[in-house]
């Protein structure tokens, strides 16, 4: 989830590209955090921290705040937006998410209809067992904690899942409020699947076996064919993005 509203380059895509990146240059000494509307604000040299569509960027929790600010604290003689994978996080929250819940949470949803661990391989049967041994207890976790009963392929063909499993998908992120409900789809959407979604938001999963479950077909390319650094760059990009949002959700979590 882009938090680029300003139809000028993002920073961040040209960095994940390897194109030259301008980056600003810092302009102020401390990052500090204050109360601000019932939640928390950054503020840079005591002005408030806004999001690049120029809303105040308030924070839920003092430890989001708290975890934002350092991300501005720590920065160098120049902002380098790939550093601060929070701060990207909440803006998109405050610019994109707040307001449009119910699309976001429809977004999420359509994954139950393509999602990664519903559509095995036929072959060979070292990648079958493989995609059976990670992925066959996450969906019969779902199954038994949400009553999403998603049916199971063999191949690239769809696979049409019944409305009671979409519904069961609706039902347990109707509950998700704006922080944690960004965090769910930028999770769900670098996973490809929202059962390996839900079973890290719940502590099922830790965010390590998740992404290995994610990335089960890629690691067992690799194990034959090998790779190469770019592929290996842009992996752990990505796998740093999707940390960020679990950690986000968590942040969420803590009410200090």
Not at 103 to 113: N, Q, S
Not at 171 to 178: F, G, I, S, T
Not at 183 to 206: E, F, I, K, P, Q
């Amino acid at each position: 989830m882009s938090d680029n509203t300003s139809g000028k380059p993002d920073p961040v895509e040209l960095a994940r590209t390897g194109q030259v990146r301008q980056l600003p240059k810092r302009f102020y000494r401390e990052a500090t955090v204050a109360p601000r509307g019932g939640g928390y604000a950054v503020h840079l040299d005591g002005r408030p921290l806004r999001t690049p569509g120029k809303l105040v960027l308030v924070l839920p929790t003092s430890a989001m705040a708290e975890a934002i600010a350092e991300e501005w604290a720590t920065q160098g003689e120049h902002i380098d937006p790939l550093t601060m994978p929070l701060t990207r996080l909440a803006n998109s929250v405050r610019d994109q998410v707040e307001g449009r819940e119910e699309a976001v949470r429809a977004d999420i949803v359509k994954y139950a209809g393509s999602d990664l661990l519903c559509y095995r391989a036929d072959g060979p049967a070292g990648l079958v067992d493989a995609q059976a041994a990670a992925w066959d207890p996450v969906l019969s976790w779902l199954r038994e904690a949400h009553g999403a009963d998603l049916a199971v392929c063999a191949g690239l063909m769809p696979v049409d899942q019944s409305a009671a499993s979409r519904a069961a998908i609706e039902r347990a992120v109707a509950p998700l409020e704006p922080f944690r409900l960004a965090s769910a789809h930028v999770m769900t959407t670098l996973l490809g699947s929202v059962a390996l979604m839900l079973a890290t938001l719940s502590g099922r999963l830790t965010p390590d076996d998740a992404w290995r479950a994610a990335h089960v077909d890629e690691s067992w390319q690799i194990a034959q064919w090998g790779t190469d650094a770019e592929a290996a760059r842009r992996h752990e990009n990505r796998k740093s993005e999707f940390l960020a949002a679990v950690r986000l959700s968590r942040l969420r979590d803590d009410a200090s």
